[in-house]
């Protein structure tokens, strides 16, 4: 059996040691459900900003393995953490980022790591 207390306290330990403030705000829905360009404020949030290695394998002509390296931001599962969603934007030390998923593993709800692209900062 799991314990997911112990893992969310080794969560919050590595957190701790290297923290960032993670700013999420998200598109405003108008009455019509259309998107805008203002902003909403969602959380502010303190997580770990990372670089992890994405691994896939492509098996056309010949097996190939291909690395990418993503961005990351991993977080405790708490209620904040409920309040973020795919797509949310986040902004980290001076820089915007789309949440492209929320990494939340096997929806056990102890951590997220969610998985970052960058885009450009008009604000």
Same mark, same amino acid.
């Given at each position: ?5 112990k893992i969310?306290s080794?969560?919050?330990?590595? +957190?701790?040691? !290297?923290?960032?403030? %993670?700013?999420?705000k998200r598109?405003y829905?108008? #009455?019509? *459900? $259309? ?9 502010? +949030?303190?997580? !770990?900003y990372?670089? %992890? ?7 056309? #002509?010949? *097996? $190939? ?7 990351y931001?991993? +977080? ?32 056990m ?13 008009n604000?």
């Open positions: 059996m799991i314990n997911k207390e969310k080794k969560v919050e330990k590595a +957190i701790k040691k !290297l923290p960032s403030l %993670g700013v999420v598109a829905t108008n #009455d019509f *459900g $259309e998107k805008s360009d203002l902003l909403e404020l969602v959380c502010e +949030i303190e997580g !770990l990372h670089e %992890g290695s994405n691994l896939s394998i492509a098996l056309q #002509d010949k *097996g $190939e393995v291909k690395s990418d390296k993503g961005l931001f991993l +977080i405790s599962y708490d209620e904040t953490a409920k309040l973020i969603q795919k797509d949310d934007y986040i902004y980290i030390e001076g820089y915007k980022y789309q949440i492209k998923d929320l990494g939340n593993v096997n929806k709800d102890i951590y997220m790591d969610m998985k970052l692209q960058e885009v450009d900062y604000e």
